[in-house]
Each structure stands twice: as C-alpha cells, then as structure tokens.
C-alpha cells in the first residue's frame, strides 16, 4: 500500500469547533475547548499515524474581523498563514447558520491551489434535519469542495468519514514524525494552556482573552511534580477578579487545572499558581512575544 503523508489545516470562524475536532479525530485532548470564541490561540499540531497515512491535523485561532488588537492581528495571521502551509484544508462552518466571518475565512482559501473539504459541524443542533439540503446546495455554488460531509465533532459523529476523505487527498510520502508521536507541543505547553482552560470556564467573559499562562517551574519528585505558574493579566482590577474573595476563585482554578494534570503526567502534582499585572500585554507586539506569542 501507498504510503501517504501531509498537514491539514482546520480552519473556520472563532466557536465553530476546530478544537473539538481536532480532539476527536486524534482521539485525545490536545486543545483546550469552551463555549467562548477565541479560545485556541496557537498553531497546535495533532498527528495521526494510520496504516497508510500520516495525517499531521493543524488546529488554529478563528479567523476574525477584529483587528484593533496586536493579539487579534496575530491570531489572523496565524490561521492565514497555515493555509500557505496546508496540503489539504478543511474549512468548518456551523450547521445553524452561515456567519458573514464564515465568508471572510472562505475567500482567504479561494486562490489556494489545494483540496478543500466543508465539514458542516452542530447538526445535533438541527431540529429539523432537512435544511442541510438546501444549505449544502448554497454552499456548492460558492466554491468547489472536493467534499461537503455533515459532522458532529463534539459527538464524534462523521469523524471517521471526514478522515477517510482527508487520506485519500493527501500526497504519496514518508512519515515526516515518528509514528508515536502525538503533537509538536511541550509538556509545558499543555499544562499551561490547561490552566488556561480553567481560567476561560471560571472567569467572567472578557476576562479570558486578558490572561495568558506562563509555567516558570517544573521539578519530578518521588512524591510529586512540582509545578509553578504564573497567570498574566492586563490591570489590577482583572488580578482581584481571578484570585476572588480570600482566594476562592483562583483556588477553584487550581483544583480543577491540578485534577487534569495529574491525569496528563500520572503523577501526583503540587500546583502553585500567581496572578501579575503586565498592562495592556494583549495590544503590544513586544508584551505578545515575550510571551510566547510569536
């Protein structure tokens, strides 16, 4: 058999479940998923090795029409420029409706030389069933997708379809990461981006996309892993709001992010967290990259 290799870029519009497919498709969490938009703000690659493929999955920020923010501006040029990288995309709306940001994401792919698939995510929120047709049909005269398949990613409903047609686009080639491997993140990368995760659920809705995760300590002991973190955010105000009254919040915070560590390491974890104020970090390009945001 033919081996075949290749990286597919997930994109679409903030909150239409990239994050959540990438998960099921790989079949472990990777991303950290919420209800709120702009909740994935890297390039985070998921690698599935199959008997005749390897499918190297590129989970990205929404794009968006946002563009007062150094942080908005970068989260778009991420995803844009995972298109250029891209051997196969697939381009994901929601079942309910048809965003004007969803055309926004479709005509950054229109000139793009390469396969694209519409995976139509939600229809479990379809009551009726029966509007996919004509919205599948609407969809087919706007671009020329080598594939429309209806999905349910936070069922892992269609999933397996959706990766059987992403093979067979792929380009015959080697593996390009050991067959093993799952991602390109570090073990620092993903406890912070948990915690992150537990900050976006807990806190009020502006606050998540003022605070970003910095992991300053990591020592194995025999007993347990000692972890410390650091947890940024833009004013004073937001660091009272995050540790709440005598700490309840931030302590919330730490239990549930310390919970879903210990799974990820199967060892015991002692989380230390601390919340500092670097002002106005998501509007300045050298804040965003002393932060990892490059």
Not at 139 to 162: G, M, R, V, Y
Request: hydrophobic fraction near 40%.
């Amino acid at each position: 058999m033919t081996m075949k290799s290749g990286f597919v870029a997930i994109i679409g519009r903030p909150n239409v479940g990239k994050s959540t497919l990438l998960n099921a498709l790989i079949g472990e969490k990777l991303s950290i998923t919420s209800p709120k938009p702009q909740t994935t703000r890297w390039q985070i690659l998921g690698i599935k090795t199959l008997t005749h493929a390897q499918i190297i999955y590129i989970d990205t920020p929404g794009l968006h029409q946002d563009h007062k923010r150094a942080m908005n501006r970068y989260l778009n040029r991420i995803a844009s420029s995972v298109i250029l990288d891209a051997d196969v995309i697939v381009f994901m709306i929601d079942a309910t409706r048809w965003h004007k940001e969803d055309e926004l994401v479709l005509e950054k792919f229109k000139d793009a030389d390469k396969p694209v698939i519409l995976a139509i995510n939600k229809i479990d929120l379809l009551d009726d069933k029966s509007v996919l047709l004509p919205l599948i049909n609407n969809l087919k005269d706007k671009f020329p997708f080598s594939h429309l398949i209806p999905i349910c990613a936070l069922q892992d409903k269609n999933t397996h379809e959706l990766e059987e047609e992403i093979a067979k686009l792929l380009p015959e080639g080697p593996l390009l990461f050991p067959e093993d491997q799952l991602t390109d993140k570090t073990l620092n990368f993903q406890i912070a981006e948990i915690i992150r995760e537990k900050l976006i659920n807990i806190t009020e809705e502006e606050l998540p996309y003022t605070t970003t995760v910095e992991i300053e300590q990591y020592q194995p002991g025999e007993k347990f892993t000692e972890i410390g973190a650091i947890i940024w955010v833009e004013r004073t105000g937001q660091k009272k709001i995050i540790i709440g009254k005598a700490g309840a919040r931030l302590k919330k915070v730490g239990i549930e992010a310390r919970r879903e560590i210990e799974k990820l390491i199967d060892h015991k974890v002692f989380l230390r967290l601390w919340v500092k104020v670097k002002e106005n970090w998501t509007d300045d390009e050298k804040a965003l990259k002393s932060l990892g945001y490059e």
